[in-house]
């Protein structure tokens, strides 16, 4: 079946840095993406969403840029901070899924001091 | 606004034991998921109800796994055998739209 799927299971970026976490998508006419955070021993928590129609949004130090053309989709995270230390996941709305969602396998981001 | 519950958030069992999970959903989300997490892995949906009704449970290893919402409220899974492949984080999420908030996951051992 179709899946998301993550180009690296493992990031590791300096204090300060930006980090730039990439998810290519499988099925063309998925109109809804959510980026998920996960920290060891706790759920999903939501971060940011984006509707196929837009091509990128911003929210608190975050910035999720989607390519329908390629089925890329990235998670942009300004000034990582050792808070932001988890493994992100990138989930797909197909359509006709009655709003479900499709999940990549994540990849987990090390913030190093 | 109070997130979704779960509880308990640690279950240890032997195998062929039962086990149940519940999950209380964010007030007024008439969605409610139940997802498998596998060690390492994205968590994989086992059965969705829209109100007290089952929308999908297509994924749902019914000959063990079983769910309910009577009230269109909260939910509870049930694993009755459980194998030593259930071991997982069970995961529960509500939405009201768009968007789908997770709860804090029971971790399940199955010995």
């Known amino acids: 079946g179709e899946s998301v799927g993550l180009h690296l299971p493992t990031l590791s970026v300096q204090e300060g840095d930006n980090s730039i976490i990439n998810c290519a998508y499988s099925?063309?006419?998925?109109?809804?993406f959510i980026w998920y955070k996960q920290e060891s021993g706790k759920g999903p928590q939501f971060i940011i969403d984006?509707?196929?129609?837009?091509d990128k949004r911003q929210g608190q130090r975050v910035t999720v840029l989607l390519n329908k053309t390629v089925k890329h989709l990235s998670l942009q995270i300004a000034a990582t901070q050792p808070g932001d230390s988890a493994v992100y996941f990138c989930?797909?709305?197909?359509?006709?899924?009655?709003?479900?969602?499709?999940f990549g396998s994540g990849t987990q981001l090390t913030v190093l001091p | 606004e109070a997130g979704v519950a779960q509880s308990p958030r640690y279950k240890i069992i032997e195998k062929r034991q039962s086990v149940a999970f519940w999950c209380n959903p964010i007030?007024?989300?008439?969605?409610l998921y139940w997802y498998q997490q596998i060690l390492g892995q994205g968590p994989k949906l086992l059965i969705q109800?829209?109100?007290?009704?089952?929308?999908?449970d297509s994924q749902l290893p019914k000959d063990r796994f079983s769910a309910e919402r009577l009230k269109g409220v909260d939910s509870t899974l049930k694993i009755q055998p459980a194998k030593l492949e259930d071991s997982a984080v069970y995961l529960c999420?509500?939405?009201?739209?768009?968007?789908?908030?997770f709860g804090p996951g029971t971790r399940l051992t199955v010995l």
């Open positions: 999420a509500s939405s009201a739209r768009l968007g789908q908030f």
């Open positions: 099925n063309s006419a998925s109109d809804y």
């Open positions: 984006i509707r196929s129609n837009m």
């Open positions: 989930a797909e709305n197909p359509p006709g899924s009655a709003r479900q969602l499709t």
């Open positions: 007030s007024g989300h008439a969605t």
């Open positions: 109800f829209q109100n007290n009704g089952v929308v999908d």
